[in-house]
């Protein structure tokens, strides 16, 4: 089997080409390096530069290639940024993916592992959240991912798709070998950022917010491991082959942390005490988001292997001390 991974120079598109390749397939990649890194693409794949909305390319690799299915990774995935720059949202994720879904049809290729997230929920009526929850995103990201997971349904009616859309909920860590991690420019995200300080990067760490309605007031995510992650889109992809309907999935050890317990499990990783300054709440952040991951258990198989806070967080410390 042949996949095409777009963002496979990126962080979680990397992971899963690693996976993927060890999994007995082959992958070609297409990432425009706008985020990711020529680096982290492995030895051997044949890479293109170029946008996902780039029609004349994607026909160029469909004709090249006899591509099997599609891994959709390349997009813009900050809420922040996603906060004041709607607009590049939309044309990003939701304009370039209709594209490749179009290019696809074109092409006959019919299978797609879409990379969804847990900000499609807002903020969730209950947790753990499951997948019929109600959809409504309190922010243009999760907007314009959900977007594209509305769509899939008629590419399916219309030009036979079998697709997954896995939402993602707060993905860490780095490979276990080694051989990628997270690699952001700016960095934004809480345990790179965490860590940043740790290796004395950052003086200190920006804690956004102390006045939620959580326990110690700082806002609770559900960590998984990106390895574990990746494991999951090979098993999606099985389940596409064996004949396993269209559907979303979500993707989370279903244990949330706050902020404040990311703190202070870093700090027991790396012996560094992390000073942290309260700030203002960063816009569009929900209080809670933590997976209920029961249906992926139970209809992809899927198991975690690094499910335990500090081994996310170790992974990550090892590789952003490399060098
Ligand atoms: N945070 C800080 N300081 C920082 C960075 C983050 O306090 O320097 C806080 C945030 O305010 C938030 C939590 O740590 O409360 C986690 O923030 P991240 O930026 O690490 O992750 P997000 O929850 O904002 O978003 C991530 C992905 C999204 C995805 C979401 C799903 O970036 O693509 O998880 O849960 F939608």
């Given at each position: 089997m042949k996949y095409l991974v777009t963002g496979g120079a990126g962080y979680i598109g990397s992971h899963t080409a690693l996976a993927l390749l060890a999994a007995?397939?082959?992958v070609v990649i297409l990432d425009?390096?706008?985020?990711?890194?020529?680096?982290?693409?492995?030895?051997?794949?044949?890479?293109?530069?170029?946008?996902v909305g780039d029609a004349g390319l994607l026909q160029e690799i469909f004709h090249q290639h006899r591509i099997d299915g599609v891994l959709h990774f390349a997009a813009k995935s900050l809420v922040g940024e996603s906060m004041v720059a709607p607009g590049h949202y939309?044309?990003?994720?939701?304009?370039?993916?209709?594209?490749?879904?179009?290019?696809?049809?074109?092409?006959?290729?019919?299978r797609f592992v879409f990379s969804s997230t847990a900000a499609v929920y807002g903020e969730p009526d209950q947790v753990p959240i499951p997948e019929d929850h109600p959809v409504r995103p309190t922010n243009p990201y999760g907007l314009s991912k959900h977007l594209i997971e509305a769509m899939l349904p008629w590419f399916a009616r219309v030009h036979g798709l079998k697709w997954i859309a896995l939402r993602y909920f707060n993905v860490a860590g780095a490979d276990p070998e080694g051989r990628?991690?997270?690699?952001?420019?700016?960095?934004?995200?809480?345990?790179?950022?965490?860590?940043?300080?740790?290796?004395?990067?950052?003086?200190?760490?920006?804690?956004?917010?102390d006045d939620y309605a959580t326990p110690d007031g700082t806002c609770i995510r559900d960590y998984i491991?990106?390895?574990?992650?990746?494991?999951?889109?090979?098993?999606?992809?099985?389940?596409?082959?064996?004949?396993?309907?269209?559907?979303?999935?979500?993707?989370?050890?279903?244990?949330?942390?706050?902020?404040l317990q990311v703190v202070e499990r870093a700090r027991q990783v790396t012996g560094h005490p992390i000073p942290l300054r309260i700030e203002p709440r960063r816009p569009g952040d929900p209080a809670v988001l933590v997976a209920s991951n029961a249906r992926a258990m139970a209809e992809l198989g899927w198991r975690p292997r690094y499910a335990d806070l500090s081994v996310i967080i170790e992974t990550a410390w090892r590789w952003q001390s490399r060098k």
């Amino acid at each position: 089997m042949k996949y095409l991974v777009t963002g496979g120079a990126g962080y979680i598109g990397s992971h899963t080409a690693l996976a993927l390749l060890a999994a007995g397939a082959e992958v070609v990649i297409l990432d425009n390096l706008t985020t990711g890194h020529l680096s982290l693409v492995p030895r051997g794949v044949p890479f293109y530069r170029g946008d996902v909305g780039d029609a004349g390319l994607l026909q160029e690799i469909f004709h090249q290639h006899r591509i099997d299915g599609v891994l959709h990774f390349a997009a813009k995935s900050l809420v922040g940024e996603s906060m004041v720059a709607p607009g590049h949202y939309f044309l990003a994720n939701t304009g370039q993916t209709t594209a490749l879904l179009q290019a696809m049809a074109e092409a006959g290729v019919r299978r797609f592992v879409f990379s969804s997230t847990a900000a499609v929920y807002g903020e969730p009526d209950q947790v753990p959240i499951p997948e019929d929850h109600p959809v409504r995103p309190t922010n243009p990201y999760g907007l314009s991912k959900h977007l594209i997971e509305a769509m899939l349904p008629w590419f399916a009616r219309v030009h036979g798709l079998k697709w997954i859309a896995l939402r993602y909920f707060n993905v860490a860590g780095a490979d276990p070998e080694g051989r990628s991690g997270e690699q952001h420019d700016p960095e934004t995200h809480l345990i790179p950022n965490v860590l940043q300080v740790a290796q004395g990067k950052r003086e200190y760490l920006s804690l956004f917010g102390d006045d939620y309605a959580t326990p110690d007031g700082t806002c609770i995510r559900d960590y998984i491991h990106v390895s574990d992650l990746a494991d999951a889109h090979v098993l999606a992809l099985q389940a596409l082959a064996a004949g396993h309907p269209s559907g979303f999935y979500n993707l989370g050890n279903g244990l949330g942390f706050s902020v404040l317990q990311v703190v202070e499990r870093a700090r027991q990783v790396t012996g560094h005490p992390i000073p942290l300054r309260i700030e203002p709440r960063r816009p569009g952040d929900p209080a809670v988001l933590v997976a209920s991951n029961a249906r992926a258990m139970a209809e992809l198989g899927w198991r975690p292997r690094y499910a335990d806070l500090s081994v996310i967080i170790e992974t990550a410390w090892r590789w952003q001390s490399r060098k």
